[in-house]
C-alpha cells in the first residue's frame, strides 16, 4: 500500500494501475459487443482498432497469432462480439482491450445512419452536381481548419513557398468533437467572395470517429451553398469523408490542398518571360516580313519609272478608242438614223436652243421660275436671254 507521502514513480504508477485492472478476475476473459472504428491492418500481421458504443470508446488490438483464425477482415463500422481481456499498455499508460476471438454481428447504428444519408444526398444530386473550377492565380485564399492545429501550419508553410505574399484569411474552427460540424458549416457560409476566391476545409488525420464532423449533412450543405470553390483537405487517404463526394476539388492532406490551391510564382514568372520572348519573336518576323515587302514594292518598275505607267495607260486608252470607232462604224444604217433621230430630239428640249431664237424667260432673284400669272408688279425680276440675263425692277411713277 503507497503511503500518502511517499513520491513515486511514473512508471510504478502505471504498473499499480495494470495490477489493479489486470487483477479484476471477470475482465481477463468477456465478450464485449461494440461497434468498430478507425480499424488499421498492420503489415506484422496485426489488427488495431477501436470498440464504441453510444457513450465511450476503447482502444483494442488483436495480434496475429489471434487474428489467424478470423474468417472475414475487418473494417470500420462492424458490429461485433469480441473475446478478449482488459489490460494497461505501460508505454503510454492507455487501457486497452486485447482481443482473441470475433463474432460478425452486423452493421452498426452509425455505419447505417451514414450509408443512408449518403444514398439519400446521392438521390438528391448533391454530389454530382457540376464541380466549381480554382481559379488559376487566386487574389486570396481562406482556410476553414484549427488555429492551433498543424493543417494551418502545413498551409501557411507551403503557401508561402510557392507564392510569398499571397493573403490567407483564417476562419478558426473546431474539428473534433460535438460542435465540430456546426462549426465548419458556420464558417463555410461566413465566406465571403469578396475575400477569398478558393476555400480549403481540413484538419489532420484521425479516426474514423475523429473525422465524424465531416460526414454531417449541415457539412455537406453548407460546402453547396459557398460562394467560392472548396478544397477538402482532411488528412486521410483511405476513407472517404461526405466532404470529399461534395467538394468541388479533393486533397489527401492540407500540404497538398495549398499546392492545388496557390501557383508557384517562379513558374508563373517563368512563363510569363516564355510568352514575351514569343511576342517578341513574331513581331520581330512580322517586321521582317514588311521589309521585304516593301522592299520589293521599292524596285517594282512602276514607282522607279511612274511615266512609264502613264505612257501605258495612254496607248491602253487610245486603242480602246479605235475599237470604239471601229465599232460604231460596222452599225446598220438603220440604226445610226435611228440615234442622229434620238440626239435631235434631245437638242430640241434643251432650253438654250428656244432661248438662241430671241425667247426669254423670268425668274424671281432667288431663281424660282415665274410664271405671267404669277408676276407680282411690287417685286423685281431677272430675265433671261440667250446670251445673258437683266434684273428687272418695279419703277414709282
Known amino acids: 500500500m503507497i503511503q500518502e507521502s511517499t513520491v513515486v514513480r511514473v512508471s510504478q504508477l502505471v504498473q499499480a494501475i495494470r495490477q489493479l485492472v489486470e487483477g479484476v478476475p471477470g475482465w481477463q476473459k468477456v465478450w464485449v459487443e461494440a461497434e468498430l472504428s478507425g480499424v488499421k491492418h498492420h503489415s506484422s500481421g496485426h489488427w488495431y482498432f477501436t470498440l464504441k458504443d453510444d457513450v465511450a470508446q476503447l482502444r483494442a488490438v488483436m495480434f496475429r497469432r489471434d487474428a489467424v483464425g478470423l474468417t472475414m477482415p475487418l473494417r470500420d463500422g462492424m458490429q461485433v462480439q469480441v473475446l478478449g481481456r482488459v489490460g494497461v499498455f505501460e508505454r503510454d499508460g492507455q487501457t486497452q482491450f486485447y482481443v482473441t476471438a470475433v463474432r460478425d454481428v452486423g452493421t452498426g447504428q452509425a455505419q447505417r445512419m451514414l450509408e443512408e444519408l449518403t444514398r439519400r444526398l446521392s438521390a438528391e444530386g448533391v454530389f454530382s452536381r457540376p464541380k466549381r473550377a480554382v481559379p488559376r492565380l487566386p487574389r486570396a485564399i481562406g482556410m476553414i481548419t484549427s488555429a492551433t492545429g498543424a493543417a494551418r501550419r502545413d498551409i501557411e508553410v507551403v503557401v508561402a513557398r510557392r507564392f ?234
Open 164 to 397: 510569398p505574399g499571397m493573403p490567407i484569411r483564417l476562419y478558426p474552427v473546431t474539428v473534433q468533437g460535438q460542435t465540430a460540424a456546426e462549426s465548419v458549416a458556420s464558417a463555410l457560409l461566413a465566406v465571403s467572395a469578396a475575400d477569398v476566391d478558393v476555400v480549403i476545409v481540413g484538419r489532420g488525420g484521425g479516426s474514423k470517429e475523429d473525422l465524424r464532423a465531416f460526414n454531417e449533412e449541415m457539412v455537406v450543405r453548407a460546402v453547396v451553398q459557398c460562394p467560392v470553390p472548396v478544397i477538402s483537405a482532411v488528412g486521410h487517404e483511405i476513407d472517404t469523408t461526405l466532404l470529399d463526394l461534395a467538394a468541388d476539388l479533393r486533397a489527401a492532406t492540407p500540404s497538398a490542398a495549398a499546392e492545388l490551391a496557390v501557383p508557384e510564382l517562379k513558374s508563373l514568372l517563368a512563363w510569363q518571360n516564355t510568352l514575351g520572348q514569343r511576342a517578341e519573336a513574331a513581331l520581330r518576323q512580322r517586321l521582317q516580313w514588311e521589309a521585304r515587302r516593301l522592299s520589293g514594292w521599292v524596285e517594282h518598275g512602276v514607282l522607279r519609272r511612274p511615266e512609264q505607267l502613264v505612257r501605258e495607260s495612254r496607248i491602253l486608252l487610245d486603242r480602246l478608242g479605235e475599237r470604239a470607232d471601229r465599232a460604231w462604224e460596222k452599225q446598220s444604217g438603220d440604226e445610226r438614223h435611228r440615234w442622229e433621230r434620238i440626239m435631235a430630239a434631245l437638242r430640241g428640249l434643251n432650253p438654250e436652243n428656244t432661248l438662241e431664237r430671241g425667247y426669254a424667260y423670268v425668274t424671281t432673284e432667288s431663281g424660282q421660275l415665274v410664271t405671267a400669272s404669277e408676276v407680282n408688279m411690287d417685286e423685281s425680276y431677272r430675265v433671261h436671254w440667250y446670251n445673258g440675263s437683266h434684273r428687272m425692277q418695279r419703277t414709282d411713277r
